[in-house]
């Protein structure tokens, strides 16, 4: 098994839905209503999940979580991705470095949550996986980890699901979060280890990466 675990998604909503969501704190674990069956039908069926949601991060927003994870890519922290706001849609990749329970659960709760403010009826999924090349498997393959299914009234892991629809309409986000992989390879090169300093880049933080609102320390 690889220790690239990525989380990813696409939600249809207006951009005030997107801003309401990104300053809405997530309160209730129980907005995804059977947390402990997460891997049921999937590469790891059979493995609970139950303790995996001990810590997971209640109280916090959206805002709040992916403004410190896009921060923390600056220095080379173990994880990095894309949160954007395009053509009617929120889209995000995320690249956790390890099975990090605590950020991968905190994820997937707030994405849970966006189900709120969906501007489509029809349920949304959001994957979870992993893969050493941090690409999306194709829609048929079997090692996808988990697949949350959110809707306007709350999400559930489901133990099967066609994702052909949902595989092809992340294709875009997913080369969004490659051109920025291949502009940190660049920087990272171009640094001058025996410098003394730090390794430091503003790429995450680009607004073609992760949208200007994520970073706003509150809602206008």
């Known amino acids: 098994m690889s220790d690239s675990f990525l989380v990813a998604a696409r939600v249809p909503m207006t951009r005030d839905g997107f801003e309401r969501w990104l300053s809405t704190p997530v309160v209730d674990l129980g907005r995804i209503a059977n947390p402990a069956d997460m891997f049921d039908g999937w590469y790891w069926d059979g493995r609970r999940a139950d303790t995996g949601w001990d810590s997971v991060g209640t109280g916090t ?48 709760l707030l994405l849970a949550a966006a189900g709120e403010f969906k501007s489509e009826a029809a349920e949304d999924t959001v994957l979870f996986w992993a893969e050493t090349g941090a690409g999306l498997w194709d829609a048929d393959d079997d090692g996808w980890l988990a697949a949350l299914s959110v809707g306007r009234d709350g999400a559930r892991f489901v133990a099967d699901r066609d994702l052909t629809g949902t595989v092809a309409g992340l294709r875009p986000v997913e080369s969004l979060f ?43």
Do not use: Q
């Open 178 to 220: 490659f051109d920025m992989v291949e502009r940190l390879a660049e920087e990272e090169d171009d640094w001058d280890a025996d410098s003394g300093r730090g390794f430091r880049t503003e790429t995450p933080l680009d607004p073609a990466y992760t949208d200007p609102s994520v970073l706003r320390p509150t809602a206008d």
């Open 61 to 108: 927003t959206p805002r709040a979580f992916f403004a410190e994870r896009a921060e923390d890519a600056c220095s080379g922290a173990a994880g990095t991705g894309v949160l954007v706001y395009r053509e009617g849609a929120l889209e995000v990749y995320l690249l956790h470095l390890g099975y990090r329970e605590w950020s991968v659960h905190t994820a997937l």
